[in-house]
């Protein structure tokens, strides 16, 4: 192809002027600048001072793979705790709700059980059936010692009683489960917090009905450790594995920071968008709440090499990413990139298109605005 320079046109027509006049413009003796000529081999430019060009050499960095999903806190369920009452009856007091935080031994409800009454009638009679028992042995033995009974009568009183005693003790203990002191029977039952932490779960109210064994009153969670459960495409499922390390940010709380691990990857995908549940196991340092929406970064296990330029070196042009790269005769070739992430100090991340070592131009914006003038 010919190649037209203007910088001979422009020198010869200055000197044809020097000829004739003495006192020429002093900007008339500048070096020409430089004359842009497009070539015809799909992008490349060449110019006639390409030494006049800033250029840089595309380092290499060694990095991780990464996957940023979204998520939202959970409770850990192996750290729920489900309050349970074992006395039937209607709720008289609520002295907590959902949200609250309770310690072990915390009065939680109270509860006007006829389950009581029951209980307390049973073991009732098995005290006065024990203290009859009881005498019968007596008598039974000083018979027995005086001639006047046989052994096998002995015997039979002996089991009387101690059958009488196991029914007083299973009666006594059965009120103790309700939440009753025997010596002391009362129809309100005491519900305690059985573990501390928060209350994540209530399925009663006042004046409620309690069934026992049925759906449980509270449901208390430890909150020091959390769940971040997310939403990871069917396609991006190679890129998590069980152990891999997590980075958690809360939408609330960006600029903090939270370290955690992939627990558990789903064995079944959501049909409609095609997505499986990954849980993340996060410490809670206090601020992490029940139901806040995270951005999670998984980073993989192995590294990657990927080219690093200055993000001035990169053209955004048609929805693509464009770098120019010196070649052997000196001309500027536009190639198409892949950019990842930002990196400090006004770097960027290639993943594709470009190989560490190969030279680009740090200003590709400059040298386009040239080439479309």
């Known amino acids: 192809m010919r190649k037209f320079s203007f910088s001979i046109v422009l020198a010869a027509s200055l000197t044809a002027i020097g000829c004739g006049a003495k006192n020429s413009d002093p900007r ?6 430089s ?33 940023i999903v979204t998520g939202v806190v959970t409770p850990d369920i192996s750290r729920n705790v ?85 029914d007083v003790e299973t009666t006594a203990e059965h009120l103790r489960l309700l939440g009753s002191d025997p010596d002391k029977p009362d129809s309100i039952v005491e519900i305690h917090a059985p573990a501390s932490g928060v209350i994540t779960d ?7 009905g309690v069934q026992a064994f049925g759906p449980n009153p509270f449901t208390i969670s430890d909150l020091s450790r959390v769940w971040v459960v997310c939403d990871v495409h069917e396609n991006d499922l190679p890129n998590v594995r069980v152990g891999d390390g997590a980075e958690v940010r809360l939408n609330a709380y960006p600029g903090l920071v939270f370290k955690g691990a992939i627990g ?37 296990q192995k590294e990657e090499t990927h080219t690093v330029i200055p993000s001035t070196a990169i053209l955004h042009l048609h ?37 560490p070592g190969a030279q680009v131009v740090r200003n590709a914006l400059t040298l386009q605005n040239s080439v479309e003038q």
């Open 28 to 33: 008339a003796e500048a070096p020409p600048p």
């Open 35 to 67: 004359q842009i000529v497009h070539e015809q081999d799909g992008g490349a430019i060449q110019i006639d001072h390409p030494e006049a060009v800033a250029l840089v050499t595309a380092a290499a960095r060694n990095s991780r793979s990464q996957l």
């Open 82 to 166: 489900p309050v349970i009452s074992l006395a039937s009856g209607r709720v008289v007091e609520i002295r907590a709700r959902l949200g609250d935080t309770v310690k072990k031994g915390d009065l939680l409800l109270r509860v006007r059980s006829s389950d009581i009454s029951g209980g307390y009638s049973d073991y009732r009679k098995a005290v006065a059936d024990e203290i009859l028992a009881r005498a019968q042995l007596e008598r039974a033995k000083d018979l027995h010692a005086h001639g006047a009974s046989s052994l096998n009568d002995l015997q039979i009183a002996q089991d009387a009683e101690d059958k009488a005693k196991v």
């Open 202 to 208: 209530q399925q009663v109210t006042n004046d409620a």
């Open 264 to 300: 558990n990857i789903g064995a079944i995908l959501d049909p409609n968008i095609r997505t499986a549940k990954v849980r993340i196991e996060v410490q809670n340092p206090g601020m992490m709440r029940v139901g806040m929406f995270v951005t999670a970064t998984f980073h993989g």
């Open 319 to 355: 929805d693509s990413d464009w770098v120019f790269v010196v070649t052997p005769d000196k001309k500027f070739q536009r190639v198409e990139v892949v950019a990842g992430n930002t990196l400090p100090d006004n770097m960027q991340e290639i993943l594709s298109g470009l190989v």
